[in-house]
């Protein structure tokens, strides 16, 4: 079975299912890219897999240590190529943790937000900058 069926309804916009749980989204082309920008873009579902992996997978590690990462947030700036092929060029992901956290679990949470296999995955080329707070 697949992960997930994408079937383009026209006008440049994709309907997206989730095969597992029946979860439904909408992309949109962009606005400088011939599209009305009504919804993510598929560039804009890249940005947002980066975060939410990295989200994810610290709130896994900090699950299973019994810590709370509940309000932790994650925003993401996405540059796009101004020359040659059209492409994400550059990723800036700017991390905020709870306060109540210390240097250590801080500093784990760190090391394992930058093994997330999304990041694994990414073109070496693309430029990914974590800032973290």
């Not at 006008?11 to 009504?38: K, Y």
């Not at 019994?66 to 040659?84: C, D, F, Q, Y």
Request: aromatic fraction near 4%.
């Amino acid at each position: 079975m697949p992960t997930v069926s994408c079937l383009y309804s026209g006008e440049l916009r994709c309907e997206v299912t989730h095969h597992g749980s029946g979860a439904v989204l909408i992309t949109d082309a962009p606005i400088d890219n011939a599209g009305q920008g009504e919804a993510f873009s598929p560039t804009d579902l890249l940005a947002t897999s980066v975060a939410t992996c990295m989200l994810t997978i610290m709130g896994i590690t900090a699950k299973s240590r019994g810590w709370s990462l509940e309000g932790s947030t994650a925003e993401v700036n996405k540059h796009m190529t101004e020359r040659g092929p059209r492409k994400v060029e550059r990723l800036r992901v700017h991390l905020k943790l709870p306060q109540h956290l210390s240097d250590e679990q801080r500093s784990l949470l760190q090391r394992v937000a930058e093994q997330c296999p999304v990041k694994r995955s990414l073109d070496p080329l693309m430029q990914l900058e974590l800032v973290w707070s």
